[in-house]
T-cell receptor, first 112, second 114 residues
C-alpha cells in the first residue's frame, strides 16, 4: 500500500538557519506534490506546488525540490524566523485525481 | 469575508447522538472536501463533491453522510456517534479545473464524543 513519510516529527533550529524537511513516498507515482503549513488550532494553508517534471520551485524564503527517482521531496526554509514555527505537511496527488494524500507532518520550532 | 467557514467550531456530545457540521465556501470553487485529523495530526480524506456530485468516498463508516445542497455548501452528518469519532474535522475547497489545484481549508471543527 502507498506510504508517505515525513522523516522527522519535530525539528528545532536556531533563528537564521535553514530548516530542511523531507517527504518520502513508496508505492505511489504522484504527478503533483504540495506543501502546506498548519498552525495550532487552524486549518492547513497552501505554500507551494511542484509538478513531477519540475526539479525545483521557490517562493520567497521557501524552496521545494522533487526527485521522482529517489521518490523524495525536500522543503527548505532559509533564514528561518520564529514566525516560521508551525507544522509542515506534504501532500501528493496523481494526475486526474482530486484526492490529496497527506504525510503526518513535521513540527518546526525556530528559536530566537 | 472568510473563504471557507465551518460551524460549529467546537462540538461536545454524548455517545450515540447524531450531529451535523456545516461548511460553506465563497470562493466560487466547484469541488469541496471533508477531512478528519486525528490526535496524531494525521489528515485523512473522507469525502469529496464536485458540483454536488460525490467523487471521493473513502472507507468511512456509513454513519457518516455528506450532503451538498449546492456547490458552495458541503455538510457532514454523523449518526450514532462513537468515542473514536473524536477528532478535528476540516472542510476544504478547490477549483475543479485542474487536479493540481491548491486546496483552501476551513478553520476546523473539534468534535469531542463523551
Amino acid at each position: 500500500s502507498q506510504k508517505i513519510e515525513q522523516n522527522s516529527e519535530a525539528l528545532n533550529i536556531q533563528e537564521g538557519k535553514t530548516a530542511t524537511l523531507t517527504c518520502n513516498y513508496t508505492n505511489y507515482s504522484p504527478a503533483y506534490l504540495q506543501w502546506y503549513r498548519q498552525d495550532p488550532g487552524r486549518g492547513p494553508v497552501f505554500l507551494l506546488l511542484i509538478r513531477e517534471n519540475e526539479k525545483e520551485k521557490r517562493k520567497e524564503r521557501l524552496k521545494v525540490t522533487f526527485d521522482t527517482t529517489l521518490k523524495q521531496s525536500l522543503f527548505h526554509i532559509t533564514a528561518s524566523q520564529p514566525a516560521d514555527s508551525a507544522t509542515y505537511l506534504c501532500a501528493l496527488s496523481r494526475s486526474n485525481d482530486y484526492k490529496l494524500s497527506f504525510g503526518a507532518g513535521t513540527t518546526v520550532t525556530v528559536r530566537a | 469575508d472568510t473563504a471557507v467557514s465551518q460551524t460549529p467550531k467546537y462540538l461536545v456530545t454524548q455517545m450515540g447522538n447524531d450531529k451535523s457540521i456545516k461548511c460553506e465556501q465563497n470562493l466560487g470553487h466547484d469541488t469541496m472536501y471533508w477531512y478528519k485529523q486525528d490526535s496524531k495530526k494525521f489528515l485523512k480524506i473522507m469525502f469529496s463533491y464536485n458540483n454536488k456530485e460525490l467523487i471521493i468516498n473513502e472507507t468511512v463508516p456509513n454513519r457518516f453522510s455528506p450532503k451538498s445542497p449546492d456547490k458552495a455548501h458541503l455538510n457532514l452528518h454523523i449518526n450514532s456517534l462513537e468515542l473514536g469519532d473524536s477528532a478535528v474535522y476540516f472542510c476544504a475547497s478547490s477549483h475543479a479545473s485542474g487536479t493540481a489545484s491548491r486546496q483552501f481549508f476551513g478553520p476546523g471543527t473539534r468534535l469531542t464524543v463523551l
